[in-house]
């Protein structure tokens, strides 16, 4: 297919889920609109089986997922991690903890590839999918297409299908319990508990991080050949643990190191210009395994979707209360931070902001619920989605079998 062609309809999907994604307030994912498109697509031969292959996208995507990864390394502060370590423990421990539960449980019904595919995407974000595709295609190219209960096809789409469907319900979950913390936070605001605290950043002069690189890496170029050379890096000692431990698990690990001594910048990427494209493509080529697969081989993933979602959720609800409890949190803000893990960032700032406005009476009430809840949700997102899921996904993918 022409180039320009499959890359102008690729990005036409990707607008259309967008725009789908913000008129519902994301409630439908925007994963889950452009999935849906690109199935129909693909099962009814509108889109032609090399679509995502010939946009540019998908080789421009295997080549900078780890540049991302090191970008959402520079996004972690430790010293903001340690202000939030409540949350941060909950979160983390809600993910692994629910891993091994999941893990555990889904190896009784399933095979072990299954059961870690499922686990990786069920308390995970696009990179934990993509880290399974990425075995899913060493599993393709030995030729062993029928390799346990699914296909190496199937199981490259199994965990698309299921980040797709867990964003819808954790949306629809956690609106209703951010929004009983908020009523808990407003009436402990008219009993005098919580105070209101003034903003006044604009009055604070803010402190700019810089990097300790020469000014010729820190330019656009620079900064990217820095991002590349520490993906680099991670695959050397990647394969000094014979690849037991994954090449995005340390790309991350040392994004966050190199931003604490201030070698790269906080949000490296964002002074690139080319965060959009590069997010873009690692985003696309998670639907290109979509044109390998009939329609009733859809259906049969129907069951272990629905097992996975559930089981998630109950073991999310146990974990991250129980946690909560023993730091102080109150239940349902316990919940809240374990059910991040279905979302991540946007998610986490959006439903926050419609629960503080929803419950709030007045713009202080609004404000008050917005100060007590959104910066503990955001360190939640990254604490679930960005950094442990990809570190306990890096380490399961290990022990998937080719």
Do not use: C
Not at 42 to 51: C, Q, S
Not at 82 to 87: A, D, E, H, L
Not at 196 to 221: D, H, V
Not at 366 to 379: D, F, K, S
């Amino acid at each position: 297919m022409n180039p320009v062609v499959a890359f102008t309809i690729v990005m036409l999907v990707w607008t259309a889920s967008d725009l789908i994604s913000k008129k519902t307030k994301a409630l439908v994912s925007m994963m889950l609109v452009a999935s849906l498109i690109f199935l129909v697509g693909f099962a009814t031969d509108i889109f032609p089986a090399d679509l995502i292959a010939s946009s540019g996208f998908l080789y421009l995507g295997n080549a900078i997922i780890g540049l991302i990864i090191v970008h959402l390394g520079t996004m972690m502060s430790l010293d903001n991690l340690k202000s939030q370590w409540k949350t941060f423990v909950i979160g983390a421990l809600t993910v692994v903890v629910g891993s091994v539960v999941i893990l555990f449980v889904s190896q009784l019904l399933f095979d072990r590839n299954v059961a870690i595919a499922g686990t990786s995407a069920v308390l995970g974000g696009t990179l934990s999918i993509l880290m399974v595709q990425d075995v899913a295609a060493e599993i393709i190219a030995a030729g062993d297409t029928t390799h346990g209960m699914m296909s190496g096809a199937i199981l490259a789409v199994f965990p698309l299908l299921i980040l797709s469907l867990k964003n819808m319900v954790g949306f629809l979950l956690s609106s209703s319990i951010i929004k009983k913390e908020a009523r808990r936070v407003k009436e402990e605001y008219r009993k005098g508990n919580i105070t209101f605290e003034e903003a006044n950043a604009g009055n604070e002069e803010k402190k700019e991080e810089t990097s300790r690189l020469p000014e010729f890496l820190q330019t656009p170029y620079g900064t990217l050949f820095m991002l590349g050379f520490t993906v680099v890096i991670s695959m050397k000692l990647s394969n000094l643990t014979g690849g037991r431990v994954n090449t995005f698990v340390i790309a991350l690990l040392m994004g966050i190191v190199l931003r604490h001594f201030n070698i790269l910048k906080p949000s490296a990427l964002s002074s690139t210009d080319s965060f959009g494209l590069l997010m873009t493509s690692i985003m696309v080529i998670a639907f290109g395994p979509l044109s390998d697969i009939s329609p009733s081989e859809l259906i049969d993933l129907i069951g272990p979707i629905a097992f996975f979602i559930g089981t998630a959720i109950l073991a999310i609800f146990a974990v991250s209360y129980v946690v909560g409890k023993r730091v102080g949190f109150s239940g349902p803000m316990s919940i809240a931070v374990g059910m991040t893990s279905f979302f991540g960032f946007p998610g986490t700032m959006v439903l926050t902001q419609e629960a503080a406005r929803a419950v709030g009476e007045t713009d202080e009430e609004i404000a008050v619920i917005e100060q007590n809840i959104l910066p503990t949700m955001i360190t939640a997102g990254f604490a679930t989605v960005t950094i442990t899921s990809v570190i306990v996904g890096g380490i399961l993918v290990g022990f998937m079998i080719v």
